[in-house]
């Protein structure tokens, strides 16, 4: 099984970035947990963050045939991005998104999360440990897929 997480603008400045609300965590920090989590579970990892919704957007594509989940933080873009909504809707693959703080605390623009709909869940307002829960949440969804294939396939095999 593979995950990609997926990281949009300005969270690579997490750890200098605000952190009175994103904390002191770093992004390397973050991911070297989940890169811990996802190894202890046998299942493989990627990493990609990047300020420029277009390459969000490929990366999302490029999922499709290759990932089985998607964990992502679209950041800013989760208030203002169709183009990531609809990448996540085409590729079809469960995705979990995160926010790091409680957007629905904040300001009046972010209470508005135009890709939250094409995720299976959105987790909020747990610091870095979404990324942990999302990790957890992943994993309930893939094998909850498996075993629901496992089930079809053996209702398909013919009577003995
Ligand atoms: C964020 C919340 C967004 O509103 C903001 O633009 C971010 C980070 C979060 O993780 O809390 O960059 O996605």
Redesign the pocket.
């Known amino acids: 099984m593979k995950i990609v997480v997926i990281q ?4 690579n400045m997490l750890g200098v970035r605000e952190q009175n ?2 904390g002191p965590m770093k992004l390397e920090q973050i991911h070297a947990q989940m890169k811990d989590f996802a190894q202890q579970n046998g299942v493989e990892i990627e990493f990609f963050q990047s300020n420029l919704e277009g390459e969000i957007v490929d990366r999302i594509q490029e999922c499709y045939g290759d990932a089985d989940g998607i964990i992502i ?4 873009y ?2 203002t991005s169709i183009a990531i909504r609809d990448a996540l809707a085409a590729v079809s693959l469960p995705a979990i998104e ?4 409680n ?1 629905y605390k ?1 300001e009046d623009f ?1 209470q508005k999360d135009i890709v939250a709909p094409a995720c299976a869940s959105t987790i ?1 307002g747990f610091g870095p440990f979404g990324y942990h829960l999302a990790m957890i949440g992943m994993l309930q969804i893939l094998n909850e897929i498996k075993a629901m294939k496992e089930m079809q396939q053996s209702q398909a095999q013919p009577q003995q």
């Open positions: 949009g603008p300005n969270l609300i994103y933080n679209p950041a800013a989760s208030h995160v926010h790091i703080s957007v904040r972010r909020v």
